[in-house]
Structure formats: structure tokens, C-alpha cells
């Protein structure tokens, strides 16, 4: 009995023990596009997660820079508390296959998109992603930026797309929460603040104001 108990262990331990870990040290104001590039694009086939680490001796929100748009497939990519990732220019962060995105608070794992005609973050013929534990924002009350896009991919006939996650993220400062053009997806625990503002007239017209969630 004993020696079977072992080898069932060590057979589910084993998928786990062939990942490793790409850790990037990460200092205020710095522009960690290149670090981020080349650890999505390692050769080492097993590099599946991503880790960002942060000195919190100070106590403050730090800000980081990312100046293009990544692509995380079947990628995990870990934003440690008290970071706010700036995305600059055309930078956004897509997700395909099965990847990860997850931060260490829901409040202090921040991302601020400053490119209003970009979703900050992107899913596309995603199965089984996941946004957890990080906080979506736009600069300001004047922000037309998008939190987070759910879509299938271009095949209709594709039954593998779906069952993504977003759980404990807050929006603020957007034109658009959540955009979802995409089935059997899981929200869960999402905080909306300033989403969706009409800020000129107080009128909502749905063609120019946004909303929290739009499901198409």
C-alpha cells in the first residue's frame, strides 16, 4: 500500500517538476519591456512561469514600464504586490492557449493602460486562462481605455475557446470594464469604480458612454 500511495505521488509530481521558473528583478521607474520579451520568448521550452520581484522595504506603489504589446501562450505571469505596470505607446498583454495572469492583491497588483484604443488586457482563443488578484485602470476621468477583452478566435467551429476566469480584479478610470464576445467564461468578485462615466452631460447614451460589462 505504501509503495503505490508513493508512485501516484510521484507520477502527479512529475508534470510539475519539468517547469521552470524565469524570475526578473524589477526597480522603480524601470522599463522592463526587453527583460519581459526575451523571458516569454526563451528557448527553454519548460520556462512556463514568469515571476516579477519587487524590494517592498519602501512601502510604495512602484511603477514599471512596458513600451509594446506581449503575448502570453501557455505562459503563467506572476505582478507582485505594490507594482503598477504602465502600458505605454501600443502596448497591451494578449493571452492565448492556456496562460495566466495573476497578481498578489487585489488592490496593490495594479495595471494602468494609457492607450485608450487598446484593452489592457486580451484574451483570444484562450481555454481555461486566468485574470486574478490585480487592479485595471485608465489615467483619468477623460480615459476611453478598455480593461479586459474576452473573444474567440476567428473559427466558429473552434469548441475548444471558452471557460477563461477573471476573478477578484477592480476596475477604474475605463470607458469599457469588462468586454466579453466569448462563452462560458467565469467572473467572479469584480469591483467597478469609475467605469463607464458619463462625464459631459450626465445622460448615458450607450454609443458614446461605455459600461461596466458589455456582453456581445
Known sequence: MNNSVIIIISFL???????????IEITRGQNITQELLTAINSSDPNSKIICFHLDKRYGAITPIYLDSSITLNNKFLFLPNLTNL???DTAQINMTGNSWLEGESFGGSQITQTNDTLPAISLKDCTNCLVSELAIKGTGFDSNATGIEIKDDDDPDDENDG???VSSVSF?????????ESNNNKCSELLFERV???SIDCFVDPDLDGCAVLID
Do not use: A, C, W
Open 86 to 88: 504602465i502600458l505605454r
Open 196 to 198: 463607464g462615466i458619463d
Open 172 to 180: 477604474d478610470f475605463l470607458k469599457f470594464g469588462l468586454v466579453i
Open 13 to 23: 509530481l512529475f508534470p510539475l517538476l519539468s517547469i521552470s521558473q524565469i524570475d
Open 163 to 165: 471557460n477563461n476566469e
